[in-house]
């Protein structure tokens, strides 16, 4: 993840939001702060529903919902959402979050030029009517009593105020001004904004800062940033491959894959897993399958290289004191789990699994309260999703252990490999 926004209210996080979604950029809405956005995220947005809150309750959500997101480095981009006509406690959560994400400076541009929302001279217009002149000075629940941003931001929040004219931005000064009023930080800067144009100098300014000032706006600004800002540049993952039958027809399809050089094997020793010593063994089937996976391969994952391992069942069945259908059960268990241990601490492309019992035990490790199925790689061999799953909506192929040609497993590869390129 790359960027993520605070906003005051469920529909402002949305407007806000779909200016980076249309972009290309995957933008996931949380209603609270305590949820958890997908793997694959580029952008989250957090509703704080503050916006009619008192100014302390509405600050202290602000720092809250900012908290676990705090990174070194300037790594993360901090945009605060605010109403484009300043209702609500724009002063206090704007100095919360200045705080709770250790940027110097705020700045904030609420120009929606489309919408008829300018600043110019430091004052909010609202299709050129100053905003105490609007219907919006008499909002029921959050009124408004000054046309001034300065005015109002300073009836909640202590910190310095500064303006910048239409005419230095236009010049080509802001660079440098901000680089200025960085020595007094923290502090808030008001830029003036009548264009769409006017917002991309100031989107271009703070983002040739040093450190990046905390961003604050509405939907022009947030439409006005580079894609390069918030969108995680696409690239084909690895496909993780659970070969948990010990079918001929599975061997015969990993075998070709692995002959090929389409991907890296890491073999599990299927008494080791069920052993004494499974969490120890368990970890280091995850390192092996880390390593590959961070070659840019695909990795498999498979419990029988041979004929000869079907006939060390009932040894295992007499060494566990297991009848075979538990042995099955326990043993896709545990696949499921070091499936999930290894999507934990690598990133894959999409999951590719042989065998029933073995599918629905990664399915349920994961989470999943579904399988939601799209296409057909070949007869009988879909691809779908696991739905609310760990994976999000990553590809997942699943095939029955006998099904499918020697070639299966490649197509199924290269059909994940045309996904990603299809983006």
Known sequence: MKMIVIADDFTGANDTGVQLAKKGARTEVMLTNRQKPSRRADVLVINTESRASDASEAARAVADALAPWRQPDDLLMVYKKI???????????????????????ALIAAA?????????????????????QTEFASDPRTPIVSSRIKTILEQQSRLPVFEIALAQIRAGNLKSLLAEYARQAPAM???????????????????????????????????????????????????????????????????????????GAVDIDVGQLLGSETEAYCRQ??????????????????????????????????????????????????????????????????????????????????GAEGYRIRQEVAPCIPCGAFINSEIDDLPVITKAGGFGSESTLCDALSFIEEMYSDH
């Open 112 to 132: 929606i030029p489309g919408a008829g929302r300018t600043t110019l001279e430091g004052e909010c217009l609202v299709h050129q009517v100053p905003l105490a």
């Open 83 to 105: 109403d484009s006509t300043f209702r609500g406690n724009v002063g206090a959560e704007i100095e919360a979050a200045l705080r709770a994400s250790g940027k110097a400076l």
């Open 285 to 366: 089937l995850v390192q092996q399958a880390c390593a590959v996976i961070d070659r840019q391969q695909h990795c498999i994952l498979r419990t029988s290289r041979s004929e000869a391992d079907r006939h060390q069942i009932d040894l295992l069945c007499q060494r566990t004191q297991l009848s075979r259908a538990a042995l099955g059960e326990r043993l896709s268990q545990q696949l499921g789990a070091l499936t999930l241990m290894i999507i934990e601490q690598a990133s894959i492309g999409g999951l590719f699994l042989t065998g029933g019992d073995m599918a629905t035990a990664v399915a349920r490790a994961l």
């Open 189 to 263: 800067i008001v830029a003036d904004a009548v264009t769409d144009h006017d917002l991309s100098l100031i989107a271009a300014a703070a983002l040739a800062q040093p450190k990046t000032p905390l961003l604050v706006g509405a939907a022009g600004l947030a439409s006005a940033l580079p894609s390069s800002v918030y969108l995680t540049a696409r690239r084909a993952l690895p496909v993780l491959v659970i070969a948990g039958s010990m079918s001929e027809v599975t061997r015969g399809q990993v075998a070709l894959a692995l002959s090929s050089q389409r991907a």
